[in-house]
């Protein structure tokens, strides 16, 4: 699939495909990301290469696609004079419900992420996190097949965003369901999805299943010690391991030379007097890999 604006080139010769389940899409700021799920929706055309979606292809059947699709923008979509219920009691009717039904699922839908009793406010008296609620309702309004989500979270607290994501992620495991995330907080990406897509420069540079690509890395261990923890650090240091805490844990980030093998660390450690408490191979990050695929540091 290719897409460009005039002589630029937005999406070049791109090929991915989704499935069921949650799939994360990554990539750093114009690397298309924004160019693809317009392309999906239906306001884009490819100047070559094809595009099915749900066995319906685009553009010719792009009606019939997002009768099947939900989407939740970045940017607001709410009307401030009007309030949450009325909203998507409208949009209920956009989708062909009669206006029992669309009040009725409206209800459900702003129960479901936990609007409360705002939902018969005007909009405009709404915090940024309540209308990221509002425009996640709307998107899961018609129970989707396709679910795109741009930013999701965006202006949350730290709880109403686990609340959302946990929401996703309950969504994204329906079957006959399929979910694309795009965000910038890789740490979303790891909560909600089982698959992942980055894209750089209008390509694909990785993707596949998480817990494939996040594989163990060699030498490198996590520690946890019962107590010494300084002299336990020091005697490793002296070893010729790097060691590194992960804050706010007390858990130490160990890279062991190539000579030292596990048994050893346990055995420099009982010589501090102390015990190992945790241990385990340290996995590559879902930002390692971001990193590497993207070529940054």
């Not at 949650?22 to 595009?51: C, E, Q, V, W």
């Not at 009768?67 to 923008?73: A, D, N, S, T």
């Not at 956009?94 to 406010?121: P, T």
């Not at 079957?175 to 790891?190: A, F, M, R, T, Y």
């Amino acid at each position: 699939m290719r897409v460009a604006y005039g002589d630029m080139i937005a999406l070049d010769g791109i090929s991915v495909t989704f499935g069921e389940g949650a799939t994360g899409l990554l990539g750093p700021n114009g690397a298309g990301k924004s160019t693809l799920i317009k392309t999906l929706l239906g306001f884009n055309r490819m100047s070559s290469g094809s595009l099915t979606i749900l066995g319906y292809s685009m553009p010719r059947q792009a009606l019939e696609v997002r009768r099947h699709l939900g989407y939740m923008p970045e940017k607001e979509i709410s009307s401030p004079k009007i309030s949450a219920v009325s909203f998507l009691t409208y949009c209920g009717r956009i989708y062909g419900m009669s206006r029992v039904d669309s009040l009725e699922r409206a209800h459900e839908v702003l129960n479901r992420v936990k609007l409360g009793d705002s939902r018969y406010r005007n909009m405009e008296s709404y915090s940024t996190g309540m209308l990221q609620r509002v425009k996640l309702a709307q998107a899961i309004l018609h129970d989707p097949k396709l679910l795109l989500l741009d930013e999701p979270t965006n202006g949350l607290d730290p709880d109403g965003r686990v609340e959302i994501l946990d929401l996703i992620k309950e969504i994204g495991k329906r079957p006959g369901i399929s979910v694309l995330l795009s965000s910038h907080l890789l740490p979303d990406v790891q909560h909600v999805c089982e698959d992942v897509v980055m894209i750089d420069q209008g390509k694909v540079v990785r993707s596949g299943q998480i817990r494939s690509l996040t594989t163990a890395q060699d030498n490198v261990y996590e520690l946890r010690f019962r107590d010494n923890t300084n002299g336990c650090v020091a005697a490793l240091t002296d070893a010729g391991c790097q060691c590194r805490r992960l804050f706010p844990s007390d858990i130490w980030l160990t890279r062991c030379p190539e000579s030292i093998r596990r048994e050893d660390l346990f055995q420099i450690v009982r010589n501090c007097n102390s015990q190992v408490r945790h241990f385990q191979a340290a996995r590559y990050s879902l930002e390692d890999i971001f990193l590497e695929a993207v070529g940054r540091e």
